[in-house]
C-alpha cells in the first residue's frame, strides 16, 4: 500500500472517531478537506500511471449512454445481451470481461447506447484491475446502472464509495458554489438563501487548498463536501439506480432479506432482476428511459403539415441547437431561424433562435439557407 493510501486511512479513522458538533465542525471540515485532496492525489497519480488503454475508448452513440458498474460475475455481460441481442462473453469466472463492449437498445423511440465493462473492484478508483480505464468509462455516463447480485447485495455501500472516491457523485445536483480567488482581504462568504456553513468552517476547509483570499458565492445551501468538491473540481454528477440480479437463485424471503438490507443500508430501494429469466426487464427499461428524461417533438416541413405519427425522441432540456445537430450535421451551420408551435412559446409560430428550450410535444419547423 503506498504512503498515500495509508495517510488517508488515518484521517478516515481519525474522521469517524470524531463526533460532529459545533465545536469540532471547523476540525471536520478540514479533515475532510485533507482526505479529497490526498485521494486526489492519489486518483490523479493512478490515471497518470501508464498501463495501456486499449479497447476502452468507445464513440457514444444513440441518444444517451448508460454503463452497468458492478462488481466481477454480478451478470452485466448477461444484462447488456438481454437487452441488446449483443454477444459479449460470459463466464462463471471473475473478469470474464477485459474491455468495454457495447450494445444499443431502442426503446420507446429512443436509441439507448448501454457499455457493458469489466468488473469493479475495491481500489478501483487508485487504478487497481484497470480501475483507471474502468473509472473513466464510468465518468462518461449519462446514467449508471449499478448492479449486484443476490449474494454480495451487503456490498452496495463499497461500490458507492469507490464511485464516490473517483469524484463521481451520484444522483445529486451540482452544487451552485463560485470559488473567486481575491488578492486580499481574506476569504469572504456570500450566500444566497439559508446556509447551514460557518464562515470558519470555509475557510479552515480553503486554507488546506492554500487559498487564503476569496469570494464565496453558495446559492440555495451546501455541505462541508459540496464545498470541498467545489473546491477540488473534476467531479461528475449522474444519475444512477441500483439493480440486485440473479434473485431467481434465491427464494422470496430471501429477496426480501436483500432488498431491506439495501434500503437500510444506502436509503436507495433497488429494483430485483433476473437478467437469465427476464424478471422485471420492462421495469429496467423504464427505470434508465425515465432517469434519462426523454421527451417528443414534431417537426413540420418548412410550407407543410407536421408529422403528428412520427415525433423525433430527444432528451429533455433540449435546445433547438441540439435538435438540429440531431437531424444533420449541417443544420446548425446553414440554421437561419425556426419556428415553433406549443408550449416553450407564447404565440402559434413564434420565431426563435438555436439556444431555444423546446418543451415536451412542441411542433418545429427549421429554416435554413440552401
Ligand atoms: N442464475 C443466474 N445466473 C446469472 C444471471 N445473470 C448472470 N448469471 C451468471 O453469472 C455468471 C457471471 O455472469 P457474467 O454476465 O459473465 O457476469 P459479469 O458481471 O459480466 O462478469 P465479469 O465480466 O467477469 O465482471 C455467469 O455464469 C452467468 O451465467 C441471472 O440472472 N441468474
Ligand atoms: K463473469
Ligand atoms: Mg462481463
Known amino acids: 500500500m503506498s504512503g498515500l493510501e495509508d495517510q488517508i486511512q488515518e484521517l478516515e479513522a481519525e474522521l469517524e472517531r470524531t463526533p460532529y458538533n459545533k465545536a469540532t465542525s471547523k476540525h471536520i471540515g478540514r479533515l475532510k478537506a485533507k482526505i479529497a485532496k490526498l485521494k486526489d492525489e ?5 490515471m497518470k500511471a501508464s498501463g495501456g488503454g486499449e479497447g476502452f475508448s468507445v464513440k457514444k452513440s444513440g441518444d444517451a449512454t448508460v454503463v452497468l458498474v458492478g462488481f466481477p460475475s454480478v451478470g452485466k455481460s448477461t444484462l447488456l445481451n438481454k437487452l441488446t441481442g449483443t454477444k459479449s462473453e460470459v463466464g462463471a469466472y471473475a473478469f470474464t470481461t477485459l474491455t468495454v463492449v457495447p450494445g444499443s437498445m431502442d426503446y420507446k423511440g429512443a436509441k439507448i447506447q448501454i457499455l457493458d465493462i469489466p468488473g469493479l473492484i475495491a481500489g478501483a478508483a487508485m487504478g487497481r484491475g484497470r480501475g483507471k480505464e474502468v473509472i473513466g ?24 464509495k469507490e464511485l464516490y472516491d473517483a469524484g463521481i457523485r451520484i444522483n445529486k445536483p451540482k452544487p451552485d458554489i463560485t470559488i473567486k480567488r481575491t488578492s486580499n482581504g481574506g476569504v469572504l462568504l456570500h450566500a444566497v438563501g439559508t446556509l447551514d456553513l460557518e464562515i470558519e468552517e470555509v475557510r479552515s476547509i480553503l486554507a488546506e487548498n492554500k487559498i487564503m483570499n476569496a469570494d464565496v458565492l453558495v446559492r440555495g445551501g451546501a455541505t ?46 433497488p429494483l430485483m432482476i433476473s437478467a437469465h429469466s427476464g424478471l422485471h426487464m420492462d421495469e429496467l427499461k423504464d427505470e434508465v428511459y425515465n432517469k434519462l428524461g426523454f421527451m ?14 412520427e415525433p423525433l425522441i430527444i432528451r ?21 431561424y425556426a419556428r415553433v408551435w406549443g408550449r416553450s412559446v407564447k404565440h402559434p409560430g413564434q420565431r426563435v433562435g438555436l439556444p431555444h428550450q423546446i418543451i415536451d410535444s412542441d411542433i418545429l419547423s427549421i429554416i435554413t439557407e440552401h
Open 42 to 46: 492519489a486518483v490523479t497519480r493512478a
Open 137 to 160: 468509462v464510468v465518468r462518461s455516463a449519462d446514467i449508471i446502472v449499478i448492479l449486484l447480485d443476490v449474494f454480495n447485495g451487503a456490498h452496495a455501500g463499497v461500490l458507492l
Open 224 to 269: 462541508q463536501d459540496d464545498l470541498i468538491d467545489a473546491m477540488i473540481g473534476s467531479r461528475v454528477y449522474i444519475p444512477a439506480f441500483i439493480a440486485v440480479n440473479k434473485v431467481d437463485l434465491v427464494d422470496a424471503e430471501t429477496q426480501e432479506e436483500i432488498r431491506r438490507g439495501i434500503v437500510d443500508e444506502i436509503g436507495v430501494e
Open 296 to 309: 417528443r417533438v414534431f417537426l413540420k416541413p418548412q410550407n407543410g403539415v407536421a408529422d403528428l405519427e
Open 316 to 336: 429533455t432540456g433540449s435546445t433547438v441547437a441540439d435538435i438540429c445537430r440531431k437531424l444533420h450535421r449541417d443544420f446548425v451551420s446553414r440554421f437561419r
